[in-house]
């Protein structure tokens, strides 16, 4: 499996449908089937010719008329409960959040590294190395804002 291109039309897709959401709290979940080891239902793959795995069934979550069943054959199902647990609109968010942030300390860095040695900089290039955190931010924000036409 390859890994999509992060692309902004994908993280503002992402973002919205996060937000859209609801928070995906199956532990206050109405658990409708708490199956014991080996339960079945019918395969609604192969049209009830054959028999899966049944691992959780949910609804009512997030307080809302939601539903969300987990089977399978094989362990695959159980490993895409534990995904959807984790992978729930919050953790995308911040994801999403912390990617944009890097993303800014990036543009930071680039420029800074691209222009270090330029007329842009003046008598600020001894404050930049001498301060740190959000002092350098702010002062390569400001000269990345005066060489942009």
Same mark, same amino acid.
């Given at each position: 499996?390859?890994?999509?291109?992060? *692309?902004? !039309?994908?993280?503002?897709?992402?973002?919205?449908?996060?937000?859209?959401?609801?928070?995906?709290?199956?532990?206050? $979940?109405?658990?409708?089937?708490?199956?014991?080891?080996?339960?079945?239902?019918?395969?609604?793959?192969?049209?009830?010719?054959?028999?899966?795995?049944?691992?959780?069934?949910?609804?009512?979550? !997030?307080?809302?008329?939601?539903?969300?069943?987990?089977?399978?054959?094989?362990?695959?199902?159980?490993?895409?409960?534990?995904?959807?647990?984790? $992978?729930?609109?919050?953790?995308?968010?911040?994801?999403?959040?912390?990617? $944009?942030?890097?993303?800014?300390?990036?543009?930071?860095?680039?420029?800074?590294? !691209?222009?270090?040695?330029?007329?842009?900089?003046?008598?600020?290039?001894?404050?930049?190395? *001498?301060?740190?955190?959000?002092k350098i931010d702010?002062?390569?924000?400001?000269?990345?804002?005066?060489?942009?036409?």
């Amino acid at each position: 499996m390859t890994a999509p291109t992060i *692309t902004d !039309d994908l993280v503002a897709e992402l973002e919205a449908l996060a937000k859209s959401a609801t928070p995906q709290d199956l532990d206050n $979940a109405e658990e409708i089937i708490k199956a014991d080891p080996g339960a079945m239902i019918d395969c609604p793959v192969c049209g009830g010719e054959g028999y899966a795995s049944l691992e959780n069934d949910y609804c009512n979550f !997030d307080n809302h008329a939601i539903g969300v069943q987990f089977y399978g054959i094989g362990s695959e199902f159980g490993a895409g409960e534990r995904y959807f647990r984790a $992978a729930n609109p919050a953790t995308i968010l911040a994801l999403l959040a912390e990617r $944009a942030e890097l993303k800014r300390d990036v543009g930071r860095y680039r420029w800074l590294k !691209d222009n270090a040695k330029s007329e842009f900089f003046g008598d600020q290039l001894i404050d930049m190395f *001498t301060c740190s955190g959000q002092k350098i931010d702010r002062l390569v924000d400001a000269a990345m804002q005066e060489q942009t036409p």
